[in-house]
T-cell receptor
Framework: EDKVVQSPLSLVVHEGDTVTLNCSYE??????LLWYKQEKKAPTFLFML????IEKKSGRLSSILDKKELFSILNITATQTGDSAVYLC???????????FGAGTILRVKS | DTEVTQTPKHLVMGMTNKKSLKCEQH?????MYWYKQKAKKPPELMFV???????INESVPSRFSPECPNSSLLNLHLHALQPEDSALYLC???????????FGPGTRLTVL
């Protein structure tokens, strides 16, 4: 059965801290790994990773994938209160259009 | 237009009611999805439409009935729901099947 595990489940940091969120997966026929940020409503897309070792960056956020060890990390530097959200990791398989989601990491950034 | 829209934002219905959720996108995406998300849980896939044809039904009860009238529109018809069906219903779309999915804002459904 396809599985995506995120850690930690929740995290509280102070503004300005750097955080690293983890996502490990066991899926057959891996196609891509996606990170989403979810605040009150819908998940918003952050990154899609398909190749190992290539870092994707967007402002203070960055992510990298290791297809050999089957994990990805999401880094957020100089955190701000607006980064407080649930961060979801999802893996897409080659066959079918399914996203398998992890349980999410709840991040709270205190001012 | 680069977004997925959903209506209504909130819906309260009784167990004998019939209602519909609507999802629309004008990005030319050819795959559309319905997800159900309970509180503090990740989204769970319900249905996938590829090129306006139902391609995945994740063993969803028949009281949920999807419909894709055209490539821009996706409906979810609700009938005889149970209180445990109360959740956030999310629509997503992608350019092609197996492409990055973009989510709408969701409909918060409460079944009394």
């Amino acid at each position: 059965e396809d599985k995506v595990v995120q850690s930690p489940l929740s995290l509280v940091v102070h503004e300005g801290d750097t955080v690293t969120l983890n996502c490990s997966y066991e899926v057959t026929n891996f196609r891509s790994l996606l990170w989403y940020k979810q605040e009150k409503k819908a998940p918003t897309f952050l990154f899609m990773l398909t190749s190992s070792g290539i870092e994707k960056k967007s402002g203070r956020l960055s992510s990298i994938l290791d297809k050999k060890e089957l994990f990805s990390i999401l880094n957020i530097t100089a955190t701000q209160t607006g980064d407080s959200a649930v961060y979801l990791c999802a893996v897409e398989t080659l066959y079918g259009n399914k996203l398998v989601f992890g349980a999410g990491t709840i991040l709270r950034v205190k001012s | 237009d680069t977004e997925v829209t959903q209506t209504p934002k909130h819906l309260v219905m009784g167990m004998t009611n019939k209602k519909s959720l609507k999802c629309e996108q004008h990005m030319g995406h050819r795959a559309m999805y319905w997800y159900k998300q309970k509180a503090k849980k990740p989204p769970e896939l319900m249905f996938v439409y590829s090129y306006e044809k139902l391609s995945i039904n994740e063993s969803v009860p028949s009281r949920f009935s999807p419909e894709c009238p055209n490539s821009s529109l996706l409906n979810l018809h609700l009938h005889a729901l149970q209180p445990e069906d109360s959740a956030l219903y999310l629509c997503a779309s992608s350019h092609f099947p197996s492409d990055t999915q973009y989510f709408g804002p969701g409909t918060r459904l409460t079944v009394l």
